[in-house]
């Protein structure tokens, strides 16, 4: 069984979700002998090419992030350095506190 999908998330996959939740709804018992598989199939074959998709994005964002960063930290001084690396430390202290 699939979670509940958001729309937003997996635009291409929207059809083939309301497809099978009609065959689910249409063969009530069927459905347990696999009358609606091949749709659910599709359905997962499509779920996984559009996570692997926004995977993909992701990892693009994310090395720009941390390229972005890497050259502030470049740009930073010792001293700038060492008083940010003691800030991180810190927050991590309290955040540890909380929990």
Same mark, same amino acid.
């Given at each position: 069984m699939h979670p509940a999908?958001?729309? /937003?998330?997996?635009?291409?996959?929207?059809?083939?979700? $309301? #497809?099978?939740h009609a065959c689910h709804v249409e063969h +009530? @018992? %069927? +459905?347990?002998f696999g009358k609606c598989n091949a749709l659910s199939e %599709?359905?997962?074959q499509c779920l996984g090419s559009e996570f692997e998709v #926004? #995977?993909? !994005?992701?990892?693009? $964002?994310?090395?720009a992030r941390r390229a972005r960063i890497e050259a !502030? @930290?470049? &740009?930073?001084?010792?001293d700038d350095r060492e /008083? %940010? %690396?003691? $800030? =991180?430390? &810190?927050? &991590?202290r309290r955040r &540890?506190? =909380? $929990?």
């Open positions: 999908l958001a729309d /937003h998330l997996n635009p291409g996959c929207v059809e083939l979700a $309301e #497809r099978l +009530k @018992w %069927a +459905k347990f %599709a359905l997962n #926004r #995977r993909k !994005k992701q990892l693009v $964002e994310a090395r !502030k @930290w470049r &740009e930073m001084s010792d /008083h %940010a %690396a003691f $800030e =991180r430390m &810190e927050q &991590e &540890e506190k =909380r $929990e």
